[in-house]
């Protein structure tokens, strides 16, 4: 499968953006999808995800202010981001992978990222 991700950009403290996260291939609802972000000299850290199932997983620091959603008929995944902060700014990254949901890094597929900058 391939991913693209799009959607990010330049937003003020505050301000909110929804991430895409498209998918290529016919299988797209079998895979679980995840968001994950990493900052210049960061580690990549967990976001959210969503399974194949429909169940919705996300970072403690993210809860009540992102939501994530599937349209398996559009193979897309999106990431609505609410009341952003200048620390979220990272590169975001969407994965796939057929297993269950991981808040680690081991997808198997990865787009290429989208860049969030939050000004402060």
């Known amino acids: 499968v391939q991913l693209q991700a799009s959607g990010g950009g330049l937003v003020q403290a505050g301000g909110s953006l929804r991430l895409s996260c498209t998918a290529s291939?016919?299988?797209?609802?079998?895979?679980?999808i995840g968001w994950f972000r990493q900052a210049p000299g960061k580690e990549r850290d967990f976001v959210a995800a969503v399974s194949r199932s429909g169940g919705k997983y996300f970072a403690d620091s993210v809860k009540g202010r992102f939501t994530i959603s599937r349209d398996n008929d559009e193979n897309t995944v999106y990431l609505q981001m609410n009341s952003l902060k200048p620390e979220e700014t990272a590169v975001y990254y969407c994965?796939?992978?057929?297993?269950?949901?991981?808040?680690?890094?081991?997808?198997?597929?990865w787009g290429q990222g989208t860049l969030v900058t939050v000004s402060s």
């Open positions: 994965a796939a992978d057929f297993g269950r949901v991981a808040t680690t890094p081991n997808y198997a597929y």
């Open positions: 291939g016919r299988t797209f609802s079998e895979y679980t």
